[in-house]
Nanobody, 115 residues
């Protein structure tokens, strides 16, 4: 069993920054990709950013240039640095991790951007 614990969400004004963290624990031998998704009310969950064990990254066009994903393999932790936040970034953000053939999800953390 693998558990993902997220932190760092909150309320911020437009133009501000937040840093999300997600730590994986449990029966982990190796994590392939880790990533962040988000879901706004009335919309489907979408990929925000992903990172492989080797450090290759992929970003949604809507966040490219503003968000940065990184990971600490020794800590089994993935981060999402969010800068220049916009009201349209408001959503529940979910962490995930690919362990073997199974994809695990965190509980989600709320990010609200006001203007």
């Amino acid at each position: 069993q693998v558990q993902l614990v997220e932190s760092g969400g909150g309320l911020v004004q437009a133009g501000g920054s937040l840093r999300l963290s997600c730590a994986a624990s449990g029966s982990i031998f190796s994590i392939n990709a880790m990533g962040w998704y988000r879901q706004a009310p009335g919309k489907q969950r979408e990929l925000v950013a992903a990172i492989t064990s080797g450090g290759s990254t992929n970003y949604a066009d809507s966040v490219k240039g503003r968000f940065t994903i990184s990971r600490d393999n020794a800590k089994n932790t993935v981060y999402l640095q969010m800068n220049s936040l916009k009201p349209e970034d408001t959503a529940v953000y979910y962490c995930n991790a690919e362990v073997g053939l199974t994809l695990y999800w965190g509980q989600g953390t709320q990010v609200t951007v006001s203007s």
